[in-house]
């Protein structure tokens, strides 16, 4: 008998339907014999449509009556899906997040995890019941509910696995496994039978819509066995661990983009020490969060500096600049949108030399002029102008060899929450 910790998407239980295949799903894994705890998100479309809902009563809402708004989608879900369990003739048993044990921080709509406290679902376990937790929501301190923000429901069920010590857990989508790349893009994209925490990570962070970066974070730092597999089949799925099988000749994993992407330039600053360290304090103060940083050469004592950060933050980061012209001369700042930052991923690219050389030259014969460069051990990102994002993307894909001779692809858009 293992422990099980299953993860279904607000797609999987989108309707009273696939509900109920979720809770057969679940019964199936029950009656092999195994113990199962399940992490379900608010179904299909809910989180959205409350949010529409807010605004139409109130343009900027209070982040604390937000999350008390927000949660009731994943408490729905939870209760109904208990129902649909038991109406199969099994015990089930359901949970709020703060009920499971789930403690916070105070910061409302993206909450961090302080302490996992699981005795309430480790006892309704040990009195055969199927045990059901709301993802994306916890409690803080002071007693607030609290939600840990999008892809929330990944990080409750992976911290959940890690607290109760489960043998696996599993991430069930709409797709069945990891692709090499977006398979609505490259139809004959490869899924990966296996990826390490690293790469996944790095995927994650760079745009890949399978799992959220926390959750991977927490699953490499608690060494939690993660399998992403569908709801919708019984096939394979792509298993995240510490260190993945490679395949023979394969130096690039897997392909991202990230079209929330806006460029800052600051012209004309004066060379001087702590200029840098002045502008990033600012917009970290800011909770704004900066990626690529790129200086050009110094001339007449001047420089030009630009860097990259999510587009909803542009205009934040645009009027924090603007604050410290006072004390920070500068030229003039710019922005640019439109852009997409494309990458490549693999753990084999740290002993292969050449493998960013052939990156440019691919979105060189594209005629497409790169506006910034990043790269690490195992990625390299180009930020690029977005209007050819599927040129290129097929391109590295077949000039990496991840092309399939067959088009694999199972699943529809990946399920985020």
């Known amino acids: 008998m293992a422990l099980f910790v299953m993860k ?3 797609s999987s239980v989108g309707d ?5 295949r979720v809770a057969k799903r679940i019964i199936e894994k029950k009656e092999q014999g195994h113990q199962c705890v399940v992490v379900v998100s ?3 479309d809910t989180t959205d449509d409350l949010i529409d809902k807010s605004r139409l009563l109130n343009d900027n809402p209070p982040a604390r009556e937000m999350d008390m708004l927000l949660t009731t989608g994943e408490q729905i879900s939870v209760a109904l899906l208990s129902m649909a369990i038991h109406s199969f003739g099994h015990q089930a048993k359901s949970f709020t997040g703060w009920q499971a044990g789930f403690r916070t921080d105070d910061t409302h709509s993206k909450a961090r995890i302080a302490d996992i406290d699981p005795f309430r679902v480790m006892d309704a376990l040990a009195t055969g019941n199927i045990v059901i937790v709301a993802g994306f929501q916890g409690m803080s301190e002071s007693g607030e509910i609290t939600t840990l923000g999008r892809g929330g429901s990944d990080t409750t069920a992976v911290a959940l696995a890690a607290a109760i010590q489960a043998d696996v857990c599993e991430i069930y989508t709409d797709v069945d496994g990891i ?9 004959c994209a490869r ?13 994650a962070h760079l745009g890949a819509a399978v799992l959220h970066p926390r959750a991977v974070e927490y699953a490499k730092h608690n060494n939690v066995c993660l399998v992403v597999r ?8 792509t298993y995240v661990k510490e260190e993945a099988v490679m395949e023979q000749g394969v130096v690039v994993s897997g392909i991202a983009y990230d079209k929330n992407v806006a460029r800052i330039s600051i012209l004309g600053v004066a060379d001087l020490p702590g200029i840098l360290a002045k502008v990033f304090g600012s917009l970290a ?3 704004i969060d900066v990626d690529i940083i790129v200086q050009s050469g110094v001339l007449n004592g001047e420089a030009d500096f630009s860097f990259t950060t999510a587009l909803h933050d542009r205009d934040r980061a645009i009027h924090v600049l603007e604050q410290l012209k006072s004390e920070l001369p500068y030229r003039e700042v710019t922005s640019e949108t439109d852009l997409v930052k494309i990458s490549i991923v693999g753990a084999g690219m740290v ?3 050449g493998v960013a050389a052939k990156m440019f030259e691919v979105i060189s014969a594209l005629g497409i002029s790169i506006k910034m460069v990043s790269t690490s051990e195992i990625k390299v990102s180009c930020v690029i102008a977005n209007q050819q994002l599927h040129d290129v993307v097929k391109a590295l894909h077949t000039a990496y060899g991840l092309d399939t001779v067959e088009q694999v692809f199972v699943g529809g858009p990946q399920d985020r929450r």
């Open 230 to 237: 569908s709801s919708f089949n019984h096939n394979e799925g």
């Open 179 to 187: 692709y090499s790349t977006d398979p609505r893009i490259v139809r």
């Open 16 to 20: 009273t339907e696939r509900m109920k």
């Open 191 to 203: 899924k990966l039978q296996e990826i390490s925490y690293d790469e996944m990570l790095e995927l």
């Open 285 to 287: 103060e800011a909770e």
């Open 8 to 10: 279904f998407g607000g």
């Open 42 to 44: 608010a179904m299909g």
């Open 351 to 353: 002993s292969h030399p």
